[in-house]
């Protein structure tokens, strides 16, 4: 391993466990020089390796991959930062994440801005990072700049459909959407879609604030109702028949993220799939861990967009994950500094909407996912497999010959509270909503290509993740 790279200092050597999640009966895998050269099945384990960690009855899976992460780097960096949010990321148990165009200043939408997130990254980044590019009315006509900038690297684009939040990333409608798809198509990449379309549902809620107490989260929650997350979506769908085999934009892929709403958008989605849409949907692990019934007034770090819903619903969404009808998970990290969360103030309508997840989403997934008896496996696929495909990570998201080996070694047995005094590598700790959880599933060990990245609370030394650019 390169000086400082890793914890453990070869570059030769297996992982053993009694719980390797791979399809059937390993106890050993080889790594070498980064990659899984060889995985040992039981009968042939003769304790005759040289360099062997055994990890016991640890569960060894594949490190998650999240496709969904605002690590605001660079231009607003006191709100994460790559170094911070990487280290979360690898305490938590994720090798690879995608880096969102938006949060950061300047917006990754041109080879220019593209060219400065690269650089930021660089030697700063303790997991793997590659970049979604945004897709913008400035770009989204323009096939010379979106080429540019996918021949640039992105692993595919992301839009709004409903105002950002961030002056330089407007949102984009059906038309954009269209002409995006179709330069996508021919590079087999994914637009990823914030689906919210801000309507006017009710009299009462035309003034914007939904006329009721700003610190209670009701009022919050009636102004982004679930049909701002229909409208948006039967408006894509319109677009993503242009999917189909043989359609105009074959080849291109469409990516619903942080699905909320776990009814009529979900079952649109749904149709959508059966009439052979190239289409798939994401959820996030504070929609499944918590419900509008227990967001306590003025606790504006439930705050983001669209909005956790009824109890009713999440009950809705885990069926949609154990039936299959969500296909992966990820944090949609999205922090940014305490005075934006107006904490003290508990203005749900002003704060800054976001949840700061990156370094929990393990924990929480599974402990959350007790009570409806998730297995490794369906973890393996909502955090590793899927989100692998989605971003082109051939070589990642399974524990497999010649892929990298990007693993994750945890006890999802040992529970902890999560308090002020866990360790914690966000920049800003204090505006996580799940400070204050007990939470199953202890992180011990992250490997990113070879190299132990992470050990029982502290990092390797120096930041060697690399930047992945598609190709
Ligand atoms: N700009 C930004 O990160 N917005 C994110 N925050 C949130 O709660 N939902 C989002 O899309
Ligand atoms: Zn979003
Ligand atoms: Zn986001």
């Known amino acids: 391993s390169q000086s400082g790279c890793s914890l453990f200092p070869h570059s030769h050597y297996w992982i053993a466990s009694k719980r390797i999640v791979t399809p059937q009966g390993i106890i050993s895998v080889e790594i070498k020089g980064g990659s899984i050269v060889s995985i040992v099945k039981n009968k042939d384990w003769s304790g005759k390796f040289k360099q062997v960690v055994d990890y016991g009855n640890a569960v060894v899976m594949p490190g998650l991959i999240d496709v969904h992460a605002h690590l605001d780097d660079p231009g607003r960096a006191e709100w994460e930062g790559f170094p911070s949010g990487t280290k979360a990321a ?31 990254a660089e030697k700063s980044i303790y997991v793997d990072v590659g970049f979604w590019g945004g897709l913008v009315p400035e770009n989204a006509f323009n096939a010379t700049a979106l080429e540019a900038l996918l021949d640039a690297g992105v692993h595919g684009l992301k839009s709004f459909m409903c105002p950002s939040g961030i002056d330089d990333f407007p949102m984009t409608d059906a038309s954009h959407i269209k002409s995006g798809l179709s330069v996508l198509a021919k590079y087999k990449r994914p637009l990823l879609v914030h689906s919210e379309i801000q309507s ?63 009814s009529s ?149 040992v529970e902890f509270d999560l308090n002020e005094d866990h360790p914690m590598f966000v920049k800003n700790p204090s505006i996580s909503a799940y ?23 502290n990092h390797a030394f120096a930041a060697c993740g690399s930047t992945i650019l598609a190709t």
Request: hydrophobic share 35%; net charge negative.
């Open 435 to 457: 400070i204050g959880k007990r939470l199953s599933g202890k992180v011990l060990a992250t490997f990113v290509r070879g190299n132990l990245v992470y050990k029982e609370g």
């Open 265 to 413: 958008s979900l079952d649109l989605i749904k149709e959508a799939k059966r009439r052979g849409d190239s289409i798939t949907v994401e959820t996030c692990p504070h929609y499944l861990a918590f419900s509008a019934e227990e967001i306590p007034d003025g606790d504006t770090r439930f705050k983001c967009a669209p909005p956790i819903r009824d109890a009713a619903n999440k009950e809705k969404l885990w069926n949609a994950l154990m039936e299959g009808d969500i296909d992966m998970l990820s944090s949609d990290h999205s922090p940014t500094v305490p005075e934006l969360k107006l904490l003290n103030d508990g203005n749900f309508l002003k704060a800054w909407g976001g949840i700061s997840s990156i370094q929990f989403v393990l924990p929480v997934t599974w402990s959350y996912g007790q009570k409806y008896g998730i297995t490794l496996e369906q973890l393996v696929s909502w955090w590793s497999e899927r989100p692998a495909k989605l971003a082109g990570q051939h070589s990642k998201g399974a524990i497999a010959i010649g892929n990298h080996a990007d693993v994750v070694v945890w006890e999802p047995e």
């Open 200 to 262: 006017v549902v009710e009299s009462h809620l035309e003034t914007e604030d939904g006329g009721g107490d700003p610190r209670s989260y009701s009022t919050y929650l009636k102004t982004r109702p679930p049909s701002w997350e229909e409208a948006a979506i039967r408006e894509l769908l319109t677009v993503t028949k242009d999917t189909r085999s043989g359609g105009p934009a074959e080849g291109a892929h469409l990516h619903v993220v942080h699905l909320s709403d776990a």
């Open 90 to 120: 690898a305490a938590g148990g994720i090798t690879t994440l995608i880096d969102m165009p938006l949060n950061n200043f300047p917006s990754t939408v041109s080879t220019e801005t593209l060219k400065l997130k690269i650089e930021a």
